[in-house]
């Protein structure tokens, strides 16, 4: 008798797991090798190119800001900072946000305000707390003054006659990002790995998915495809800690309906990028966690709560390529 | 002026393909690596001895018939023949599908009357027109007979007191079957890679979705996911030239809405696995093709209709991994 019993706790245990992946597959697809655009085809000559550009600090106004230095790859493309210092020791307005995977979703920065990585790209340059360039006109005088760009350039895009341009730089640069993609634990699991994912990581999933995580955290980046009020029961501050409120997409589009509201940010490596929010101002994984269940959910999330969907969540941790962890050698100064 | 046009039609036509993709991604799901069972998890050792199994044709009545007989991998897991030829010559009543990514269905048989493919397995020993075994007894004591397969059996189960049982042979069997995955260009192209698909095979997949193909053939095997009735707009027969009328599910069911109804067929290499439909009746994808717009979607498709959908289908020709094509050696007689 006590082991019918064994048996059916086993089989119903085991049962849910191929439930679980089912029901996974209509949240979630495993995340794609690369993330391509029509506008900008990605070539190894663009992405070598871009690559490089994406180090180069010398079309910064100080001269020491590059792409990489608020993109560390290395910390899975962000810096470890609530607000980024850009030039000059500028502190920028929001927390930046990973580049891994980041040319998968609908729109680039915390409120959307950049149509893609192309555009985060050029327009950083004239950012006055990234580059602080004075114009387009500059950084394309410093790229042509360093010799070695022109031949990169134009193998880039050959059909160009003059082809050291930002909007080039930009594409370059958004080529190499759209590359950049993380295959993690989780896409074995979705490709029918069972056993790719822990019992506890699969009770994080299967929290993630019951609790309405889901609602908005999905597809293959686990977020990044819409845009959210920050604070749908609760205020987000409350819990946060914020010091300033930050109004989100109202503060472009000045309509009401955009109060608070975010574009939802990807989860892929999230475990990697503390701090957490638009504002960086939640050091802990755990914590923020909790406060999503707060203010999203209206829900009191209990301690094995917490601890299980942060399991699940250390599963979107994914593997850095060679791509992405080498660091290219830049031309010299003439 | 020219430029301008012949830039704003580059553009266009540009623009359709990551269009393209994310419709895709609606539809479809790249193809998993296994699909795994939850009564049956997949370990190296069960799999091992199902690709043995597979080919042993020492169960059957005839002593020449096998899984091979009829599903023989190297042809893409179907047997070319209209209707398989069992043992003894008996043909069976119906076309065999492929066993190649067969286990990511809802179910087996063309009527959907086996559970999964375990059971197709077991109960293939008892078919009359393939194994022809008079009894699971009979077959069980067959395998006790061939020395060799005690230890292959007690390491793919070792908890089991004796596990040669037909219902570890249909385990070790569909262990191995949950291994048969032939990824294709098709799953390049969903994930990311724009450039896996040829500008027909593009054609003809917007066509594939926008003619509604895809209401029946969708999911990561393009079908296999649901029941249909054949002939929704004009008898199948009519243009298959069937020379008996099949009922489908009805001659299971009995239930007036089954008449006809068969599981819709995944189309992964399609292309590799004529003859077609359950009585394979018709021999050219071509002609397949143009029948299934003109019964199921009542449309008159046009020869480059026709053209562009078949080139589509070519992109779901996988590739025959080493698990697939190497050939076991089986134990000898005693």
Not at 107 to 119: M, N, S
Not at 159 to 182: C, Q, Y
Not at 253 to 270: A, G, S
Request: contains cysteine; charged residues 25%; hydrophobic residues 35%.
């Amino acid at each position: 008798m006590h082991f019918l019993i064994l048996f059916l706790l086993f089989f119903s245990v085991s049962f849910a797991d191929t439930k679980l992946l089912n029901q996974a597959r209509q949240y979630f697809q495993p995340l794609a090798d690369i993330f391509p655009s029509d506008d900008n085809p990605i070539t190894p000559e663009k992405v070598r190119l871009g690559k490089m550009l994406f180090y180069e600090t010398r079309i910064s106004i100080d001269g020491t800001t590059s792409c990489a230095k608020c993109h560390p790859v290395s910390l899975y493309g962000a810096d470890a900072l609530p607000k980024s210092i850009g030039n000059n020791g500028k502190i920028n307005p929001r927390n930046a946000p990973t580049v891994l995977n980041s040319a998968g979703q609908i729109a680039q920065h915390w409120r959307g305000d950049r149509a893609d990585v192309e555009d985060q790209a050029k327009r950083a340059l004239l950012g006055k707390a990234s580059f602080g360039a004075p114009s387009y006109k500059w950084v394309e005088e410093r790229l042509k003054k360093i010799k070695g760009y022109t031949l990169l350039f134009k193998l880039a895009f050959p059909d160009e006659k003059n082809p050291v341009t930002v909007d080039n730089f930009a594409k370059a640069i958004g080529a190499w990002e759209r590359t950049l993609s993380t295959p993690s634990r989780f896409d074995r699991f979705l490709m029918g790995h069972l056993d790719a994912l822990s019992d506890k990581e699969k009770n994080g999933l299967k929290k993630f998915i019951s609790f309405g995580c889901v609602s908005c955290h999905s597809g293959m980046l686990i977020g990044g495809n819409m845009y959210q009020k920050f604070g749908i029961y609760e205020p987000y501050w409350k819990y946060t800690g914020s010091k300033k409120i930050d109004e989100g997409r109202y503060s472009i589009t000045k309509k009401e309906k955009d109060k608070y509201v975010f574009k939802v940010p990807p989860l892929r490596n999230v475990a990697k990028t503390s701090p957490y929010f638009h504002d960086g101002s939640v050091k802990s994984l755990k914590k923020a966690i909790w406060i999503m269940g707060k203010v999203q959910l209206g829900k009191e999330l209990t301690n094995e709560d917490v601890e299980d969907i942060y399991s699940f969540l250390l599963s979107l941790t994914g593997e850095l390529s060679e791509n992405i962890l080498t660091v290219p050698v830049l031309p010299e100064d003439n």
